[in-house]
């Protein structure tokens, strides 16, 4: 795995962090290799918080905790890492109540990755088409902007499977994309008909004036031609949420939740949808049967013998 992004000077002040880090090593007696995790963890999270717009201890709500907690999961950190870095920001948010630097503790229900069986907030249909045509046709880059938000929703796929897609690996005859998930396992994911459409057009019309040689064969590509990174999806789901007027903290990995619960809802089973999330582990797909319960009941009602109420 790559090194994390570091915040800037800038950050770091409005953030107080050389304050806190005192406060570890002269008050807490924390050793230099714990206090090392902790300013590369913190790093990390005021990286992520630059990318939601946030500038001040203040402004941090546990839905930014709870989607710092999903990106570290989608980066492929393993639990005891993610339980460490949750570790620190409760540390940090002490801290921040002690010196008056925050009203309340957004760490309060933060849960570790043993107590995981909630999802984020999954969008209804009527939010994800909003979401979907929420981008600027005007924009330059309306085409690739709607493309990323149609195929995260459309085939469910996580930030770093979007980013790494190669153009080898699209199969419009088929509408099928050839997916590369955790441990370099590849997996075929159906590309639906409007995503498929929202591809092509991106590919005929915005992505060659994209490419200067230095696109690595990627599909989706920034402004500047090189492979998109993850944190200008982030950008560019953030962005169509606002533009949306959805009025809750929506992340790519929303999307993938969303499409997961939808496909369930609609009557899919569950091992197809393990399948198509990539998912060793069907235990892991299994926290998709939160749907909704009255759905549930409505599907017991009629088909089963004795579902019938009364």
Same mark, same amino acid.
């Given at each position: 795995m790559s090194a994390a992004p570091s915040p800037d000077d800038g950050a770091r002040r409005r953030f107080h962090l050389e304050p806190f880090a005192d406060h570890l090593a002269f008050e807490r007696g924390?050793?230099?290799?714990?206090? !090392?995790?902790?300013? $590369?963890?913190?790093g990390r999270f005021l990286v992520f918080l630059?990318?939601?717009?946030?500038?001040?201890? $203040?402004?941090?709500?546990a839905h930014h905790l709870r989607d710092f907690t999903y990106r570290l999961k989608d980066d492929g950190l393993a639990p005891t890492s993610i339980r460490r870095a949750q570790s620190a920001l409760r540390t940090y948010f002490d801290f921040c109540l002690a010196e008056g630097l925050a009203?309340? !503790?957004?760490t309060e229900h933060l849960e570790s990755p043993k107590m995981w069986r909630r999802l984020p907030d999954v969008l209804g249909r009527d939010e994800v088409v909003r979401l979907i045509e929420s981008p600027d046709p005007e924009h330059r880059m309306y085409w690739r902007d709607r493309a990323i938000l149609e195929v995260l929703y459309s085939s469910g796929l996580r930030v770093s499977e979007?980013?790494?897609?190669?153009?080898?690996?699209?199969? %419009?005859?088929d509408e099928i994309l050839l997916v590369r998930g955790k441990g370099s396992k590849e997996?075929?994911?159906?590309?639906?008909?409007?995503?498929? $459409?929202?591809?092509?057009?991106?590919?005929?019309?915005?992505?060659?004036?994209? !490419?200067?040689?230095?696109?690595e064969g990627r599909v %989706?590509?920034?402004? $500047?031609?090189?492979?998109?990174?993850?944190?200008?999806?982030?950008?560019?789901?953030?962005?169509?949420t606002e533009a949306a007027g959805i009025q809750r903290a929506v992340s790519p990995h929303t999307l993938r939740h969303t499409f997961a619960t939808h496909l369930l809802e609609g009557g899919? !089973?569950?091992?197809?949808?393990?399948?198509?999330?990539g998912h060793v582990d069907i235990a892991t797909t299994q926290i998709y049967t939160h749907v909704d319960r009255g759905w549930l009941r409505e599907v017991h009602r009629a088909h089963h013998p004795r579902g019938v109420r009364g």
């Open positions: 924390l050793s230099a290799r714990t206090l !090392d995790a902790y300013r $590369r963890d913190l630059r990318d939601c717009g946030v500038s001040e201890p $203040r402004e941090v709500t009203d309340d !503790d957004p979007l980013t790494g897609l190669a153009l080898s690996a699209v199969d %419009f005859d997996r075929l994911v159906p590309l639906g008909g409007p995503a498929r $459409r929202a591809v092509e057009r991106y590919l005929r019309e915005v992505r060659p004036g994209l !490419d200067r040689g230095r696109g %989706f590509l920034t402004a $500047r031609g090189r492979p998109l990174s993850r944190q200008t999806v982030w950008n560019v789901v953030k962005a169509a899919a !089973d569950l091992a197809a949808v393990q399948e198509l999330l």
